[in-house]
Nanobody, 121 residues
Framework: QVQLVESGGGLVQAGGSLRLSCAAS????????MGWYRQAPGTERELVAL???????NYANSVKDRFTISRDNAKNLVYLQMDSLKPEDTAVYYC???????????????WGQGTQVTVSS
């Protein structure tokens, strides 16, 4: 069993900052990718940022130069530092990870339960 648990969401004014954290736990052999997606009401879930085990990153164009993703490989943690927040960043943010489990079985995708981020104007 693998679990992803997010923390750090909340309400912030436009221009403010928030830091999201996600911890992966359970029967983990290795973590290939960790990242964040978000979903606003009435829209599809979209990629925010990804970071691979080697440190390479990908960002959505809408968050480049404002958000920074990082990870602590030793502790199976991923962070999303969100600066210069805008009302359009309001969404439920989901932690994502592609994990190779201990024992038999192939790598699989896992999701957290989501954390609400609300940016007021």
């Amino acid at each position: 069993q693998v679990q992803l648990v997010e923390s750090g969401g909340g309400l912030v004014q436009a221009g403010g900052s928030l830091r999201l954290s996600c911890a992966a736990s359970g029967s983990i052999f290795s973590i290939r990718i960790m990242g964040w997606y978000r979903q606003a009401p009435g829209t599809e879930r979209e990629l925010v940022a990804l970071i691979r085990s080697g440190g390479t990153t990908n960002y959505a164009n809408s968050v480049k130069d404002r958000f920074t993703i990082s990870r602590d490989n030793a502790k199976n943690l991923v962070y999303l530092q969100m600066d210069s927040l805008k009302p359009e960043d309001t969404a439920v943010y989901y932690c994502y990870s592609n994990i190779v489990p201990r024992g038999p079985g192939a790598a699989a995708d896992y999701w957290g339960q989501g954390t609400q981020v609300t940016v007021s104007s």
